[in-house]
Structures are given as structure tokens and as C-alpha cells.
């Protein structure tokens, strides 16, 4: 994996495809942003990659630091209504729900 500053190495974007062909690319902007580019078939190093990534840590942590809990079961009753709901629109309503 190779990471390219951009604050240091200006690169076009035919150059980044092309290093994004033979390794996975981490792009460092002037603002301190984080991006990443490789091949979409490459899943397993993508889940490296975001693994290694601290802003995508810090994305993870603040996303975990959220009040908001949906139980399990509530979730489970909503899906289960839009599935009906969805079943009586596509036979104009004429079945009863399951």
C-alpha cells in the first residue's frame, strides 16, 4: 500500500489509477483529509485499509458515542410492516397480511 501526500506530490489522476492498479493507494489532502483508491475488487484490502485508517476510527467512535439505540425486536417489527405494507400494494391489497 502506498500513501501519497498531496501536500508534497501533485499527481494527476491517471498517475494515482495507475499506482491504484499494482497496490492500494491512501491520498493525504493539504486539509488533513484521507482517501483511498483501489481496484473495486480488492474487498479484503479495503477492510485493511479502513482498519488502519484513523479517520475512519475516529468516524466509528463518534458514530458509536450515539444515544440513539433501536432494539433488536423494534427493528424487526418495522421491517416486518414494510414487507406487508409492500405485499398488499403489489396485489392491490386483496391478501391479508401474514
Do not use: C, H, W, Y
Not at 475488487?41 to 485499509?49: H, I, P, S
Amino acid at each position: 500500500m502506498r500513501t501519497i501526500d498531496l501536500t508534497d506530490e501533485s499527481l494527476d489522476l491517471d498517475a494515482i489509477i495507475a499506482i491504484a492498479t499494482d497496490e492500494p493507494v491512501i491520498l493525504l489532502t493539504p486539509d488533513g483529509r484521507e482517501f483511498f483508491v483501489s481496484e473495486a475488487d480488492d474487498f479484503e484490502t479495503e477492510v485493511d485499509t479502513l482498519r488502519a485508517s484513523e479517520a475512519f476510527q475516529r468516524f466509528l467512535d463518534e458514530r458509536s458515542q450515539s444515544k440513539l439505540r433501536i432494539p433488536l425486536d423494534e427493528m424487526e417489527i418495522e421491517i416486518n410492516r414494510e414487507l406487508e405494507a409492500t405485499k398488499a400494494g403489489e396485489d392491490g391489497g386483496t391478501n391479508p397480511p401474514e
